[in-house]
């Protein structure tokens, strides 16, 4: 284990693993057992990772919950989960006091004052009835149970329709538990950088998505130093590199914009030379964006391609993706990754198709509860992640948005994503968000709602224009809305389904 940081507080590796280990003797006391769930609604915090590494010490599974779910969400995923207990911030409780199950023990966390700061809420203690997450773990004398191999973490992801699904992997051989850490530790640089207690990291993004988490929780495990952002800012990120002379970066393509959108006398204020390597994923990054980005920190822009069912499967650096622009990779010998059409026969290369993907040798994984969805998601002895895309010649895959995103209009493939990379580059849109709505003569119409930067005047007649000269007719929104703020998640990913949700409310078609 290594030290986390957040805030002010500090919490040192023999402190995490002494915490982490009463833990587990406190969800064994609980009922919870090898092959158990227990639910972790909470921000970024110190008891994210004593929780966790308690549920792998007893064979059971940590289960992180996106805490901006409403009620029912949450209801949902509690039930689904068969949850044995949960653990949660304080300030969380009121909003879904009334989805907590009933019998179910709840642990609750004191929201600490950085994250208090970071969301502007008064810090909240454990409120009247409810267990307190320390006092709770000083009742208990440190777990001494039989060694077991922790599970890993199941995390809800959501598919192209309905309710999110538990990707739960079962419990890995030696073998292939050597083979995940191979991968993660060569996705995330925690390999060739030295000695693991020498890097210092930032987890920047929430840690109930799928790759904060296992970023997160692999450089805890390896003994490097963590520090805990509660809330993405672009310039603290770059007072936290200074600071603690931090070496390796986990980020998505949103971060990089928003750090580009700092002034120039803002980015040049901060020393980023510890910096060794830094990597994203998650979603496209537009070639400007990206590079920029490299002419400012240098080639240690680094990218991989994956899903949480799949495990990342390709991987860039950035000598890769300067002589490839917009590639997300190459797949790594262990993986194995084909671009398919319509007929489910391989594409030649420059062939936009569906992209399939697995990792030879990894524990098998199964939704949680719902064995069908997992067979019903493999096409061809591989899994398909969701995205459309095409290899070039040279084997390097690219991405062009993902299937659930693509708008079908008159029967021509429109990919929002093409349409957003060229709105990022217009002077004064902060950001945007495009997607497909209604439409009675094409089927579905391109639709753009953006965010103007501060100050900046711009119209629906101004974004058009600039549009006219970047892409073809087509591809063209019928309707632009400007909106003074974009829902978005704490990564500062927007929440593109809320946007899309109330057009076709009570139609039949994927949301």
């Not at 320390?134 to 309905?162: K, V």
């Not at 538990?177 to 950088?193: K, Y």
């Not at 929780?217 to 936290?240: C, K, M, N, S």
Request: negative net charge; glycine residues 10%; hydrophobic residues 40%.
């Amino acid at each position: 284990m290594g030290d986390l940081i957040s805030g002010a507080r500090r919490l040192g590796a023999d402190a995490l693993g002494e915490r982490a280990a009463r833990a587990a003797a406190g969800f064994a006391s609980l009922g919870v057992g090898a092959g158990d769930l227990v639910a972790l609604y909470l921000r970024n915090d110190f008891p994210f990772f004593e929780a966790s590494a308690a549920a792998g010490l007893i064979g059971a599974y940590p289960t992180p919950v996106n805490w901006h779910y409403t009620p029912d969400e949450a209801a949902y995923l509690f039930e689904n989960s068969g949850a044995k207990a949960i653990v949660i911030h304080a300030d969380l409780i009121p909003a879904i006091r009334e989805a907590l199950p009933p019998g179910v023990p709840v642990l609750v966390v004191p929201t600490p004052p950085e994250i208090a700061e970071a969301y502007g809420i008064d810090p909240a203690p454990a409120p009247p009835g409810f267990l307190d997450w320390s006092s709770w773990l000083e009742g208990f004398a440190p777990y001494e149970g039989p060694p077991t191999e922790a599970p890993g973490t199941i995390i809800y992801t959501s598919g192209t329709t309905g309710r999110p699904k538990g990707v739960r992997r079962r419990p890995p051989s030696p073998e292939q538990a050597a083979l995940t850490g191979l991968i993660i530790g060569r996705a995330f640089g925690f390999m060739g950088f030295g000695p693991p207690d020498e890097i210092v990291t930032v987890v920047t993004g929430p840690m109930y998505h799928s790759a904060p988490n296992a970023y997160g929780l692999a450089a805890a495990r390896l003994g490097a130093t963590v520090i805990l952002q509660p809330r993405f800012d672009p310039e603290e990120l770059l007072q936290l590199i200074e600071r603690h002379r931090v070496t390796h970066l986990h980020m998505v393509p949103i971060m990089f914009h928003r750090l580009l959108k700092l002034p120039d006398a803002v980015r040049a204020r901060y020393d980023l030379s510890s910096l060794k390597f830094v990597v994203h994923a998650a979603a496209p990054c537009p070639p400007p964006i990206k590079r920029a980005m490299i002419e400012w920190w240098g080639p240690v822009i680094n990218e991989y391609y994956g899903s949480t069912e799949v495990s990342a499967v390709t991987f860039c650096t950035s000598e890769d993706w300067l002589s490839h622009p917009g590639t997300v990779g190459r797949p790594w010998p262990e993986t194995d990754v084909r671009v398919i059409g319509l007929d489910g026969e391989s594409l030649p290369p420059g062939e936009v198709g569906e992209v399939l993907a697995r990792t030879r040798g990894m524990a098998d994984f199964t939704y949680h509860g719902d064995d069908q969805k997992r067979a019903d998601s493999e096409k061809a002895g591989l899994i398909a992640p969701g995205d459309i895309g095409y290899f070039d010649k040279d084997g390097f895959l690219y991405l062009c948005d993902r299937a659930k995103d693509m708008i079908i209009s008159g029967g021509v493939n429109i990919y929002p994503a093409e349409i957003e990379a060229e709105l990022l580059k217009m002077p004064g849109v902060a950001d945007c968000a495009v997607f497909g709505i209604p439409d009675e003569e094409f089927g579905e119409g391109v639709y753009a709602v953006v965010q103007p930067s501060e100050g900046a005047d711009v119209t629906e007649a101004s974004v058009k224009a600039y549009l006219r000269e970047h892409v073809a007719g087509y591809k063209m929104p019928r309707r632009v809305d400007l909106a003074a703020d974009l829902p978005r998640e704490d990564s500062g990913k927007i929440f593109k389904r809320k946007l899309r949700e109330p057009f076709w409310a009570g139609l039949e078609r994927r949301i």
